[in-house]
């Protein structure tokens, strides 16, 4: 009995039988090793992948922190060419048309010996008084070192208050018929939240040393001294743009109560109230004043990292908070 069951072979002493070559079984761990040894290859495939994307990333990084804003075009024509400056969106000191920007392009255009010329080509709704201010007085600046270097300012869709501010400064004025020119005047905007916060129960604790420290605070009452006070300050301001604008424009502005109400004109109308001395577009200018073809942009190009860090709206917390917290004076 005992030799039967060693022969017979017992389950405590039997080995595995291997399969057949050809068994559904060996086929199946065939196909299992092969797909694990693909997995791999995907795996190491894909690592290698994102190993490159990393270092182009990274080099691309590099090479944007490295790059400088300009100035200018890289390549200048051989002949003399007129300097186009541009003036786009809000005048402020961190937009495009900051006082910065603007007066050094308009200082590399003044030291070209191969410019004849600048013309300023605008479309903004105008912005803060100071920074237009700072470009208004470059500007004449500059004129007294060269004067023979004229300046023109094109108004393209839109110049309005700052940028009108800017483009009085200019030697003559030019815009379209149906652009939109002028609105001298001055606004200072803000919100008021008292009713919300009485509505929602919301207490307001301000602790200030001044009298009127917290004045035009949205979260407390108007108060009609210290409101008579900020439209004081608005009216001063006002008047400082009235007088930059008739020491540009001079006696070329005609007599009109309105003209300096903040209303915004058409380019026609501009033109018969003295507001812009013709219709022209900034290459007509170009020719017709300066006798060339050339127009080359001596507008500051912020790096393309700069232009990154703006895409990804940095400062759009910060602008929001302002918007709904600070009393902001303009020129638009």
Do not use: C
């Amino acid at each position: 009995m005992d030799n039967e069951n060693i022969n017979q072979g017992s389950p405590l002493t039997s080995q595995p039988a291997r399969p057949e070559d050809n068994s559904k079984e060996w086929k199946l761990i065939e196909k299992v090793l092969m797909d694990m040894q693909g997995e791999q290859k995907r795996a190491r495939r894909w690592g290698i992948f994102f190993k490159s994307l990393t270092f182009i990333y990274l080099f691309a990084i590099v090479w944007l922190l490295r790059m400088p804003g300009e100035h200018g075009a890289d390549m200048l024509p051989e002949d003399n060419y007129a300097a186009v400056i541009e003036v786009n969106g809000v005048i402020a000191a961190d937009q495009d048309a900051s006082a910065d920007a603007l007066i050094g392009a308009l200082r590399d255009a003044f030291d070209d010996e191969k410019a004849l010329g600048v013309i300023l080509r605008i479309n903004s709704p105008g912005g803060s008084p100071v920074q237009a201010g700072y470009v208004y007085d470059e500007i004449k600046r500059l004129k007294e070192i060269r004067p023979d270097f004229p300046v023109y300012a094109v108004i393209m869709d839109l110049g309005a208050s700052g940028a009108y501010y800017i483009a009085a400064a200019a030697d003559e004025i030019y815009a379209d018929k149906a652009s939109l020119v002028g609105s001298i005047g001055v606004v200072g905007s803000g919100f008021g939240f008292v009713k919300a916060m009485d509505k929602f129960g919301i207490e307001r604790r301000q602790y200030t040393s001044g009298e009127h420290k917290g004045f035009l605070d949205p979260f407390l009452p108007e108060n009609a001294e210290e409101k008579a006070f900020w439209q004081s300050v608005l009216k001063v301001t006002h008047n400082q743009f009235i007088e930059q604008v008739k020491k540009g424009r001079g006696d070329r502005l005609k007599e009109d109560p309105n003209l300096f109400s903040g209303l915004v004109w058409s380019g026609e109308q501009a033109l018969d109230l003295g507001l812009i001395d013709g219709l022209a577009s900034s290459s007509q200018i170009a020719r017709d004043k300066l006798n060339t073809e050339e127009l080359v942009n001596f507008t500051y190009q912020p790096s393309p990292w700069d232009e990154l860090v703006k895409r990804f709206g940095a400062s759009m917390g910060r602008g929001f908070a302002t918007l709904l917290t600070e009393q902001t004076l303009s020129l638009r």
